[in-house]
Protein backbone atom coordinates (compact mmCIF):
# COMPACT_ATOMS: atom_id res chain seq x y z
CA UNK A 1 0.00 0.00 0.00
CA UNK A 2 1.33 3.26 -0.84
CA UNK A 3 2.56 5.58 1.80
CA UNK A 4 0.08 8.31 1.54
CA UNK A 5 -2.52 5.34 2.05
CA UNK A 6 -1.29 4.70 5.33
CA UNK A 7 -1.21 8.38 6.63
CA UNK A 8 -4.88 8.25 5.44
CA UNK A 9 -5.75 5.09 7.35
CA UNK A 10 -3.60 7.11 10.55
CA UNK A 11 -5.31 10.01 9.91
CA UNK A 12 -9.15 8.16 10.24
CA UNK A 13 -7.66 6.42 13.08
CA UNK A 14 -6.89 9.13 15.09
CA UNK A 15 -10.38 10.96 13.91
CA UNK A 16 -12.71 8.09 14.96
CA UNK A 17 -10.46 7.37 18.55
CA UNK A 18 -10.80 11.17 19.26
CA UNK A 19 -8.86 11.21 22.56
CA UNK A 20 -6.22 8.22 21.11
CA UNK A 21 -4.03 10.60 18.91
CA UNK A 22 -4.41 13.71 21.56
CA UNK A 23 -1.93 14.37 24.34
CA UNK A 24 -3.08 13.73 28.26
CA UNK A 25 -2.59 17.56 28.62
CA UNK A 26 -4.48 18.10 25.73
CA UNK A 27 -7.64 15.86 26.82
CA UNK A 28 -7.74 18.07 29.73
CA UNK A 29 -7.59 21.02 28.70
CA UNK A 30 -10.21 20.27 26.36
CA UNK A 31 -12.34 18.89 29.17
CA UNK A 32 -12.12 21.28 31.24
CA UNK A 33 -12.89 23.72 28.42
CA UNK A 34 -15.90 21.61 28.20
CA UNK A 35 -16.75 22.23 32.09
CA UNK A 36 -16.17 25.56 31.88
CA UNK A 37 -18.14 26.58 29.35
CA UNK A 38 -21.09 24.22 31.16
CA UNK A 39 -20.84 26.37 34.08
CA UNK A 40 -20.70 29.25 32.89
CA UNK A 41 -24.15 28.94 30.75
CA UNK A 42 -25.24 28.10 34.02
CA UNK A 43 -24.45 30.87 35.86
CA UNK A 44 -25.82 33.02 32.65
CA UNK A 45 -28.97 31.01 32.98
CA UNK A 46 -28.47 30.07 29.16
CA UNK A 47 -30.61 26.83 29.26
CA UNK A 48 -30.16 26.11 25.55
CA UNK A 49 -26.28 26.16 25.60
CA UNK A 50 -26.04 23.95 28.92
CA UNK A 51 -28.48 21.42 27.97
CA UNK A 52 -26.34 21.24 24.60
CA UNK A 53 -23.45 20.56 27.00
CA UNK A 54 -24.41 17.24 28.74
CA UNK A 55 -23.88 14.09 27.38
CA UNK A 56 -27.39 12.52 26.18
CA UNK A 57 -28.43 10.13 28.69
CA UNK A 58 -27.80 12.66 31.47
CA UNK A 59 -30.35 15.55 29.56
CA UNK A 60 -32.29 12.57 29.24
CA UNK A 61 -32.50 11.40 32.76
CA UNK A 62 -32.96 15.36 33.96
CA UNK A 63 -35.62 16.06 31.51
CA UNK A 64 -37.31 12.51 32.63
CA UNK A 65 -37.19 13.29 36.30
CA UNK A 66 -38.37 16.77 36.26
CA UNK A 67 -41.05 15.70 33.48
CA UNK A 68 -40.05 19.21 31.81
CA UNK A 69 -37.36 19.91 28.99
CA UNK A 70 -34.12 20.34 29.73
CA UNK A 71 -34.13 24.41 29.39
CA UNK A 72 -36.97 24.24 32.33
CA UNK A 73 -35.68 21.64 34.55
CA UNK A 74 -32.08 22.92 34.63
CA UNK A 75 -32.63 26.13 36.98
CA UNK A 76 -34.46 23.97 39.03
CA UNK A 77 -31.76 22.57 40.05
CA UNK A 78 -29.93 25.20 41.68
CA UNK A 79 -26.30 24.05 40.69
CA UNK A 80 -23.77 26.44 42.16
CA UNK A 81 -20.86 27.06 39.71
CA UNK A 82 -17.13 26.85 39.47
CA UNK A 83 -15.02 29.50 37.79
CA UNK A 84 -11.47 27.94 37.94
CA UNK A 85 -10.35 24.22 37.25
CA UNK A 86 -8.17 23.27 40.44
CA UNK A 87 -7.79 19.95 39.46
CA UNK A 88 -8.49 17.59 36.72
CA UNK A 89 -7.88 13.91 35.77
CA UNK A 90 -8.66 12.32 32.66
CA UNK A 91 -8.66 8.50 32.32
CA UNK A 92 -8.92 7.62 28.73
CA UNK A 93 -12.67 8.50 27.37
CA UNK A 94 -13.84 9.88 31.07
CA UNK A 95 -12.69 12.75 32.99
CA UNK A 96 -13.19 14.63 36.53
CA UNK A 97 -13.25 18.34 36.18
CA UNK A 98 -12.96 19.68 40.08
CA UNK A 99 -13.22 23.33 40.38
CA UNK A 100 -13.93 25.72 42.71
CA UNK A 101 -16.50 24.99 43.86
CA UNK A 102 -18.46 21.93 42.27
CA UNK A 103 -16.76 18.76 40.44
CA UNK A 104 -18.22 17.60 37.27
CA UNK A 105 -17.69 14.41 35.15
CA UNK A 106 -17.57 14.12 31.20
CA UNK A 107 -16.89 11.77 28.93
CA UNK A 108 -15.83 12.42 25.10
CA UNK A 109 -18.33 11.73 22.22
CA UNK A 110 -17.62 12.42 18.71
CA UNK A 111 -19.04 15.91 19.07
CA UNK A 112 -16.47 16.50 21.80
CA UNK A 113 -16.18 16.68 25.97
CA UNK A 114 -20.06 16.18 27.34
CA UNK A 115 -21.11 16.58 30.78
CA UNK A 116 -22.33 12.98 32.32
CA UNK A 117 -22.34 14.47 36.16
CA UNK A 118 -22.29 17.99 37.57
CA UNK A 119 -23.35 19.24 41.08
CA UNK A 120 -21.34 16.59 42.13
CA UNK A 121 -20.04 16.87 45.89
CA UNK A 122 -17.49 13.89 47.22
CA UNK A 123 -18.95 11.65 50.17
CA UNK A 124 -16.17 9.90 52.84
CA UNK A 125 -16.15 6.19 51.58
CA UNK A 126 -18.55 6.70 49.03
CA UNK A 127 -19.24 7.56 45.31
CA UNK A 128 -19.79 11.24 44.45
CA UNK A 129 -23.57 12.27 45.23
CA UNK A 130 -24.12 13.99 41.95
CA UNK A 131 -27.61 16.58 41.26
CA UNK A 132 -27.29 15.94 37.68
CA UNK A 133 -26.25 12.70 36.50
CA UNK A 134 -27.07 10.09 33.61
CA UNK A 135 -29.03 6.51 34.16
Known amino acids: MPRWRW ?11 LAGCTTLGEREAAASTAALRFEESVRRADGTRACAALAPQTRQELEQSAKAPCAEALPG ?36 WKVTAAGCAPRPQQPYQCQIKGG
Not at 7 to 17: E, M
Not at 84 to 108: C, K, M, N, P
Open 77 to 112: EQLTYGDLVREVQVYGQQAQVVLTTDTLFLSVFPSG
Open 7 to 17: TGVAAFTCAVG
